[in-house]
């Protein structure tokens, strides 16, 4: 009875995960369609169910919020990713990484907008659901950067807060960017921002006796064993 009983509530587990990925799915849809003052009740009619039967598969508009923070977490790291080169050059791949985020913020103003009203607890006054995302972009670069310290002796534990403070440094530039009346033009806004970026990089590393051409590969040096 019981292996009946754990193979219905895998088939369930597995069915309302799906579900879930589905209502997020056709909730950026709505987003994109009604704009970011989106409500659940809009997400749910888009989707063509009842609130109820939404929140059979969330636990409130708080997870919702939750779930689509997480979704858009996902799109920005998987765009940034393959720029990561451990060799690379370095502005280049600051470059590319920048230019990806304003393409987001771009190409998603309406979810990027929403993120920013709606809280991650059912508190009105709750932390906005794009501290999510942040803090999710802030890990994956604290991640790669992590990897670059440790190949060349660098103490890892500037890292954590140099990655939250260049993506607050990021997100708050490129929203005063987007609301110019008279913004630079995208290509040398991007580049602009990853010379600031490289700035704070290089100073860390030359702090630490370090000096690196952005212009060039990196070289790791030899480890001895």
Do not use: C
């Amino acid at each position: 009875m019981s292996g009946s009983g754990d193979g219905r509530t895998a088939r369930w587990s597995g069915q309302r995960d799906r579900r879930r990925a589905e209502f997020v799915d056709a909730a950026l849809r709505a987003i994109a369609h009604y704009g970011p003052q989106t409500s659940t009740e809009q997400v749910a009619s888009y989707v063509g169910v009842t609130r109820t039967k939404l929140y059979r598969y969330f636990g409130g508009a708080a997870d919702l919020h939750h779930s689509i923070a997480r979704r858009a977490s996902d799109m920005l790291i998987a765009a940034q990713r393959p720029v990561w080169n451990p060799t690379g050059r370095p502005m280049e791949m600051i470059t590319h990484a920048v230019s990806r985020h304003l393409r987001w913020r771009i190409d998603h103003p309406h979810l990027y907008e929403y993120l920013t009203l709606h809280p991650l607890s059912d508190d009105v006054n709750g932390v906005a659901a794009i501290r999510e995302v942040n803090s999710a972009v802030a890990g994956s670069v604290a991640g790669q950067l992590e990897g670059y310290f440790w190949a060349v002796g660098l103490d890892e534990s500037p890292v954590e807060p140099l990655s939250f403070g260049i993506v607050g440094f990021v997100e708050s530039a490129t929203t005063h960017w987007l609301n110019s009346r008279a913004p630079l033009p995208v290509a040398e806004f991007t580049a602009q921002l990853a010379e600031w970026i490289w700035a704070l990089l290089s100073n860390t590393l030359q702090s630490a006796g370090i000096r690196l051409d952005p212009q060039e590969p990196i070289t790791v040096p030899s480890q001895e064993t």
